[in-house]
DNA sequence: GTAAAATTAGACAACAGTGTCCAAATTTTT
DNA sequence: AAAAATTTGGACACTGTTGTCTAATTTTAC
């Protein structure tokens, strides 16, 4: 099956090459981030982002020194910050609950809220939707440290799920997907990635997700 | 229910406030269209779409007048298009299939191949998510015209499915969601929206997201 | 074939953004 | 308190884009 991994063999270690900015870096950072998610990659303007971090645009220069390094350094940012709340996520995914339901849904909002949901998230899977095709950093970057990684894990949480009993599964990888599918199917997406959804509708969401999901996948013997 | 509507009552008749663009006009809508999926609203360049259409500067300020006229003119032009291909697949809604596995695969490509994975739908869902905030006239367009009526037209072909005794449902329009976000779950979208997925991908989501589908809410009684 | 309409190429001013330089001001460190 | 580092605001040349105008050319309609 190849899911057999074992949880605690994880590096939770964030990668090592995006040292965790602050100060005035973090605010150009957040304000460029901003930016990119509203209004794309080629359409910012560095002084845009600096009257928006609250800094002067040479300071800009001074820290990322070109527009194009700024876009990596976004690129960095996103994927490590997204990268750590997705590990964090996945790391309470329910072993052997007493209820399933309720355990999957409560992981749900996990997963959601705070990976999918947050700035760094959205802005990361608009920036892969976008212009990965341009930025071959991008893809590069979320291949090697980022959440491209962590799908194989949140699948192995599944199989883990099914070898305990409580799934029953043909292929872990497609549960994975089609989980993550249908709890986010219900996100009201329209009003687009810049307006965070409440708290509610990803609770709804996520309900309704799983229960389609247990509908679909849940062990009958239970 | 409410979902008690009969096919024969869709107005298959385009939106009456888009003329069917032919010639040059044509061909700068289709090049705008090709430059607003690649490189977002806020980074066209009037310059490199008259270039890409084979026209002049001149020719797209004599028919569009402006850059804001110009995107509202995709904007209708991709609603329009979308939401025809839309009802022409919906149309063919299996209604009493022997095989109702093999029935929804074939449907579910149907909508996949011509509709989401076509310029128009990948234009529309890009602008959707991205621009719906700062182009009011896009939402007001898509529910008054476009794709946004036709969700519970989709809605209402699954609520007649489990009323021919195929399907259990508790909440067709859940049920309708469900179906699309399940077959959309596997088309490789890292790709981003400017790569079409092959026939073999798309035809491979589709069975994917059918069998999860109908492993959730097919009737047992069959 | 001729008149009308559409299209073209090119020039043009206005504007916005980039990236650089520098001197003054501010903050941090010693 | 002095020294060092950082930040600021403004000026600058440069580039690319917009939208307008013109005269010449091509296409279409009669």
Known sequence: MGYGFCMSTIDFAPPPFVPQATGKL????????????RDGL?????????????????????????KEQLVIAV?????????ASLMAAVATFPDRPDDVEAALT????????????DIDGRALRWLLERESGRYPELLQTWQAYGP????????????????????????????????????SADLPTAQGPC???SREAV??????????????FASRQR
């Open 26 to 37: 973090r605010a150009i950072l957040d304000a460029a981030k901003r930016a990119v998610v």
């Open 42 to 66: 080629n359409a910012i303007s560095i002084d845009a982002i600096a009257a928006d971090a609250g800094v002067s645009r040479q300071t800009v220069y001074n820290h990322l020194g070109d």
């Open 75 to 83: 690129i960095r940012d996103v994927t490590a910050r997204s990268s």
């Open 106 to 117: 409560e992981f749900a909002v996990r997963l959601l809220d705070p990976c999918m949901c």
């Open 148 to 183: 491209g990684q962590d799908w194989p894990i949140i699948a192995g949480c599944f199989a883990r799920l099914a070898a305990n009993g409580y799934l029953e599964l043909d292929d872990a990888s497609v549960a994975a997907r089609h989980f993550v599918a249908l709890i």
């Open 195 to 197: 307006v965070r959804p």
């Open 203 to 216: 609770q709804k969401a996520a309900a309704t997700g799983v229960r389609t999901f247990l509908r679909a």
